[in-house]
């Protein structure tokens, strides 16, 4: 498989190369040259496997002539098997028709471990083959944090630094990521806010003398596999509940447009979906284009979802090379003038393409507090923040009451107590047996100042395994 990026300029890769690549080098993101598409018999003869044997399926393609069948087998087996639920991703019924399917089973409790504990394993198996080390760089709120430095800890050839805003993630949160500890794990809390975080890491991807020779890797969505690991699920729900023969609609809580983009790619590829509801706060970019076709970057909204706080959704332009016909010189053209005006809009045409699959809503606190406190009431379900503006935006912009709606639940309402205090129903919530004790661990953190050189300064320091580079 050969992957091009989004801009038409940067060469053609194969998934290795990809992988280790993050952005192309003419600023796109890579995406698959051809997508695989699978009969609907070839589907349903997955039904019932366990989760990573469907897992195999789906993926193989992707990595086709970079992982031998054998090898990637074991990789998945290993990566799925770390999941405290033998269904890995269940789904939990909330209505007639209505299900959440549960994708915060995991070792930190959210979705991106289905990706990030692969992405570490990926990048462990070729980085043993090819002899080198590489520095991972991040910038989190909160969730990506803990999964990356979850999903690379045992990775031999690999060092992570990732930063987070000083006292501004939860104490959870926090915890999740400092009590991992290991000489090749580095948590980094900068004295200013998300942005300033983000703000380096992209300065020292731009820049990379700091790092002496050593590769720079991304563990953003940008990063194709983080995609690709999160398309399986939706094969997987639909199997579940009598796909392919009947489609289903999906819900998701979307920021930086990743995982819903995998539910796009699920349905090129075969999955019969019809519907992709876009959920988001206040930070509603992405609803302002599928409502009225206006990208326009707006300043930023704290909510009770931080992990949809965004200005710009960096995976849209995935979507957009699609419905430009794949011309990556139109794209480019399209992003150029966004980054300079700060707006975009499509052709006519374009947008009523997307709409026929898409629907959007945004959900402000109120919103999200009233959905947790009325699931709660309706079935005894705790909800997280994210996952009940999914919830609120199935059904307010549901299609048919005869198609399956399966809400993606993409964090475990434990990691986000303060919002479903405020719901009225924090008593119902209880930490998971393999995090009980996560408030007795032993933190390891370093405080730095917002300024880029210090930090360049501590990774070159301490980026081989806690000795300098
Ligand atoms: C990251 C995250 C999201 C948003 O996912 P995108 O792929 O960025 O759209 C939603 N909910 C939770 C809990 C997350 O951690």
């Given at each position: 498989m050969r992957y091009i990026s989004t801009r038409g300029q940067a060469p053609a890769l194969n998934f290795e190369d990809v992988l280790l690549a993050g952005l192309a080098s003419d600023g796109g993101l890579y995406v698959p040259e051809n997508l695989p598409r699978f009969t609907q018999e070839q589907i349903a003869s997955w039904a019932g496997l366990p989760y990573h044997e469907l897992a195999f399926n789906v993926m193989r393609p992707f990595v086709s002539g970079s992982i031998p069948d054998a090898d990637f087998k074991q990789i998945l087996q290993d990566t799925y098997g770390v999941f405290e639920h033998k269904a890995v991703a269940p789904l939990r019924q909330l209505d007639s028709n209505e299900w959440v399917m549960e994708l915060f089973h995991g070792p930190t409790l959210a979705f991106k471990d289905f990706a990030l504990q692969l992405l570490g394993r990926l990048l462990d198996y070729f980085l043993v083959k090819r002899g080198e080390r590489v520095v991972i760089m991040g910038a989190t709120s909160g969730d990506t944090g803990s999964a990356a430095i979850e999903g690379c800890k045992a990775c031999e050839n690999v060092d992570i630094f990732i930063m987070h805003p000083h006292n501004r993630v939860s104490e959870v949160q926090r915890r999740q990521m400092t009590s991992i500890l290991g000489d090749n794990i580095h948590n980094i809390a900068i004295e200013g806010n998300f942005d300033d975080c983000q703000e380096m890491v992209k300065a020292s991807f731009a820049d990379q003398g700091f790092l002496k020779g050593t590769r720079l890797v991304a563990v953003n969505s940008i990063n194709w596999a983080r995609i690709m690991a999160q398309i399986v699920y939706y094969f997987h729900a639909a199997l579940q509940l009598g796909g392919p023969a009947r489609s289903m609609a999906f819900s998701v809580p979307t920021g930086n447009f990743g995982d819903i983009f995998a539910g796009y790619l699920a349905r090129n590829m075969g999955l019969p979906i019809s519907q992709l509801i876009v959920a988001t706060n206040r930070n509603d970019i992405l609803h302002r284009f599928m409502s009225g076709n206006h990208y326009d970057k707006d300043t930023l909204h704290p909510s009770l979802s931080p992990s949809m706080d965004i200005m710009v959704s960096s995976n849209f332009e995935r979507l957009l090379f699609d419905l430009h016909g794949r011309n990556g010189a139109l794209v480019a053209e399209l992003l150029d003038a966004f980054k300079i005006s700060g707006k975009l809009s499509v052709e006519d045409d374009r947008w009523t393409e997307a709409r026929k699959l898409f629907d959007s809503l945004a959900v402000d606190d109120e919103g999200t507090c009233a959905t947790i406190a009325a699931v709660f009431e309706q079935c005894g379900e705790v909800l997280d923040p994210h996952t009940a503006i999914g919830v609120r935006a199935a059904r307010e912009c549901r299609?048919?009451?005869?198609v399956p709606m399966i809400t993606l639940?993409?964090?475990?309402?434990v990691k986000f107590p303060d919002a479903v205090r405020q719901a009225g129903v924090g008593e119902a919530l209880h930490l998971p047996a393999h995090l009980s004790d996560l408030f007795e661990r032993e933190e390891r953190m370093t405080v730095l100042p917002n300024s880029l050189a210090d930090v360049q300064a501590f990774v070159a320091a301490h980026g081989n395994r806690g000795k300098p580079l």
């Open positions: 299609r048919s009451l005869s639940g993409t964090a475990h309402p």
